[in-house]
């Protein structure tokens, strides 16, 4: 059948017996390994070893079967285990991913909740005394003007005093706990908000709209005034930027929001607050940050976030 039992015939057994034990494994390739060689053994010996001229082709065939289904049993095995390694670290990954997701979002809604308390804590009770003091000082007001007391203009100064503290209560209460963007959306909070600004902070504000934003979500609109407030906030205070620019856009795709400021660069910041808290409500929304620097001196952060 085979007068010169050579590579020419044990080339395509190797590969047959290599194809084996990839696909059954590396047992059952073993045991072809040992059907082959014995069958190498019987045919080179018994059927035709007088007609077999490479002698040594017959230790070839019984020294290089079994390690090459050995070899490949091997490597398909570390395959495999490779395989599952993937998988298991694809899934931990997974698992690690959900649970920093459910992190992320019990920060946001810890910090939203703590806000909140604090803003109906300055609005409230912080504000209704300051109202009863302004009250008081009215009425001391005027008492001491029926009396013509010299000190009267200390009386109305005192009430004037509790009016303007009044009103940056006011306003921090807003800062924190937004209800105008609940009553009438996300752009008049976003005008008071630059108003706020320039009264608590002492800081040049202005917002720039470009879109429609009246049929935006309340969430997405509660994250997007977020990272606007602490954008700012970072700027005027970790940065100290005097002049601030809110531009938010509207288009086709998504949201972009970017904040122009004066101060020092925004790559400076050492784990501020803020920061951390603009990257987390980014992460939950899908959202992006960049930089740029325009040609007047102010820096851009960009935010750009996708529509759902």
């Keep these: 059948m085979f007068p010169h039992w050579n590579t020419k015939v044990l080339i395509p057994v190797f590969l047959l017996l290599a ?20 069958h190498h053994y019987i045919i080179s010996t018994f059927i035709y070893g007088d007609i077999c001229n490479y002698y040594e082709d017959r230790l070839i065939g019984v020294l290089l079967a079994i390690p090459i289904a050995y070899f490949i049993g091997q490597l398909r095995q570390s ?16 698992e690690r991913n959900a649970t920093l997701s459910k992190l992320t979002m019990k920060l946001i809604n810890d910090a939203e909740s703590t806000r909140i308390v604090h803003g109906q804590i300055l609005h409230d009770r912080i504000g ?4 009863g003091i302004q009250l008081y000082c009215t009425s001391l007001a005027e008492q001491l003007s029926l009396e013509r007391n010299p000190s009267t203009s200390l009386a109305f100064s005192m009430r004037a005093r509790a ?13 924190l706990f937004p209800l105008r963007m609940q009553e009438t959306g996300l752009i008049p909070a976003l005008n008071e908000l630059s108003s706020c600004f320039e009264e608590i902070k002492n800081v040049t504000s202005e917002v720039e709209v470009d879109g429609d934003f009246s049929d935006i979500p309340d969430q997405l609109a509660l994250a997007l ?4 407030h602490e954008s700012a906030m970072c700027a005027a205070t970790a940065l100290n930027a005097n002049a601030i ?16 400021h004066n ?19 980014l992460q939950s929304i899908g959202g992006t940050v960049s930089i740029a620097h325009s040609v007047n001196g102010f820096e851009d952060i960009i935010y750009r976030i996708p529509k759902v």
């Design 19 to 38: 194809l084996g034990t990839w696909l059954y494994g590396r047992t059952i390739g073993l045991i072809y390994g040992m059907l082959a060689v014995i």
């Design 79 to 94: 395959y495999t285990d490779l395989k599952d390694t993937n998988a298991k670290l694809d899934r931990c990954v997974a």
């Design 128 to 131: 209704q005394q300051l109202t």
């Design 163 to 175: 009016e303007m503290a009044h009103g940056i209560i006011r306003k921090t209460a807003r800062m």
């Design 225 to 228: 005034y977020r990272i606007c």
């Design 245 to 260: 620019k809110l531009s938010i856009n509207d288009d086709a795709t998504g949201y972009q929001v970017t904040m122009q």
């Design 263 to 281: 101060g020092a660069s925004w790559s400076q910041l050492n784990d501020n607050m803020e920061q951390r808290l603009i990257f987390y409500r």
